[in-house]
């Protein structure tokens, strides 16, 4: 008798045990986990998109026009992810930070929920948490409360359902389709759906000898009309290939290219996933390889293409190594135990820590003698600004703006005065809100007898305009929470 049946230790019983504690790890802990993290708020964009869907409850309205900063004021605006703001902007408005936090969270769980029903056909319990692992340290540096982290569940249940019909040798339901209509009022990421489904389509077509061509081709006429009803028609269909024109977007994070310097998780991952396929053995069909080295070409190119690549992958080659399955655990309990998780998430208040991407300290010392005057900021305060109620001279909606303002914009920044006093000139600049990083201009303003350091904090620096032989003290009262 074994040292296990000794003890009155039902084998059985115990890897059931061990299986449910490792789904609600996977399924619920895990996403919980990575949506309260302080990361969740470590981005300046979060507040205007925040503040976009607090306008878009407001005025009952889409907006098509800027209706935030004072340099952009009427110029069109194609808000793609108006119905990601509009999330957003509702979750804060019942429940702040925790709100938004919950969504995030929801997002996430909807993500591993549609990835743990795909693998569990035929991937067994260590595999599966070897992908989720795997996937989400690469996801990890990007789970921000903004639209794209909507978007993961949406292309997981794409590829999933994609993926399951070119398994059964038939196309994808014409109904399916919409699910283009959600992407495309979410997120500019839409093209890579069809990149998606051209990958796979190939696959099904060799698989069924073509006889399933016009099927697919339905699917994916289908698809794109599914695209065009959006909130700016064909605008909306074709504002993604404007902006991945600009020549600003190397001076942005999220669209530099990929380097272990950045994201050395992610080489990491990569190299263990070609490494295990290398092991293996294992033969990737050739639509699904091309559609992989495709995405896997885009994250080299930017940081931002990584996610695809991390949640296709995960979808995509697990199964093609995989032995057992987990078929024996059903989710539905796990699935009724989120609702009031994320219900307690949403409840449990939460606040970012003072810093860049959420300047408390430096938003409430604005004094309001000057608060509604026009400001030069930081391009990563523009957002803060917007939720504060204040106008921008810019922000982190960079299309808007366009390459040469957003050119100009760096200069100043870079400490060219000459184009900063031709900026004060022409907007009538009163005072500035500067990060600790615009080290140069933070010098110039310093040695300027016409400007006034007021506060300084180790996220940023607030300078004020002096008037004309005024010797004014300027009033240190400061804007209150309402604004």
Known sequence: MSDVAELGVDPAKREKLAAILLAAVLLLALPLVLASVSRTFDD???????AAGRWMIMHGAIPTTDPFSFTAAGQPWVAMEWLADLIFGSAYQLAGYAGLAAVVAAALMALHFILFLHLRRSVGPLGIATT??????????????????LIWPILAGWT?????????????RLSWALIMVAWTNMHASFPIGFVIGA??????????????????????????????????GLDGLLRPFHIAGLEMLPSIVEWQSSTPAITPQFYVVLFLTLGTLLWTGAKVPAGRLALLIVILALAFSQLRHQTWLAITAAIILPPLFGRTGWTSLSVRPYLLAGLPLLALRAAVPLTPPDDFAN????IAAIPVDVGNQPVFNDYTFGGPLILAGIKPYIDGRAEIYGDAFFANYKAMVAGDWTRFDQAVRHYGIQWTMLSRNDKLLLQELDASPSWKRIYSDRTGVIHVRITRGAAQKVSSSAIGAGR
């Open 44 to 50: 300046g964009d979060v507040s205007w998109h925040v």
């Open 132 to 149: 989720f692992v795997a996937m989400d340290i690469v996801l990890s540096p990007f789970i921000l409360a903004r639209p794209h982290v």
């Open 160 to 172: 999933v359902i994609l993926l399951r019909a070119c398994e059964e040798g038939r196309a994808p």
């Open 199 to 232: 990958g796979i389509g190939f696959d099904a077509l060799v698989k069924a000898k073509w006889a399933t061509l016009r099927q697919w081709s339905s699917f994916g006429l289908a698809s794109l009309v599914a695209a065009l009803v959006n909130a700016n």
């Open 359 to 362: 300047p408390r300290g430096l």
